[in-house]
């Protein structure tokens, strides 16, 4: 028995798939972006404003991590690094939302925790699609920002709300822009 031999955890259709839902990846973009730009040009957002903000930012992003994830378990195998994406957003998301009073100092740890798990996650999965897409940089990179900002956080968690926000505000819009350059080269067939 003949068989052609595919990637490990995709069946051939990832190009397809993608392409389907890359208004998914849309939406997580402009969302990024407009969460970002909202930071940056009202950086002395008090904390409790940057903990709604982040917290409903983090569970929007974890629900659709997690539809996209069951949308595509029939498609490959690796679904459930999605929904592992989306739990970690939502939870982080909830955990923040659930205790307002957090001090700055725990509040930069959880966002660094869910930004280095996130982070971890979306290189891994990129370096899993690398044969099939031409374009998974944008994944590792906006993998890899998020991992540096996490760990910047774990190592300087006093420095304030004030740059918290402002960094939360940057890597949003880089990531929003990536995820939406992303999107267009998914409609385009990832060519050229």
Known sequence: MDQQVQPI??????LALISKYRWVMLLRGVLAIVVGIIAIVWPGVTLLGLIWLFGAYAIGDGAVEIWSGFQNRSNHDRWWVEILI?????VAGVLVISW???STMALMYLIAAWMLVMGVLQVVYAIRVRK????EFCIILSGALAVALGLFFFAFP?????SLVWLIGIYAVFFGVLLVI????ARKGFSG
């Open 9 to 14: 955890g995709f069946d051939g259709n990832i």
């Open 86 to 90: 989306g739990l970690a957003g939502i």
């Open 100 to 102: 307002p009073g957090l």
């Open 132 to 135: 099939e897409i031409s374009n």
């Open 158 to 162: 006093g420095d304030g709300a004030v």
């Open 182 to 185: 992303f999107s267009f080269r």
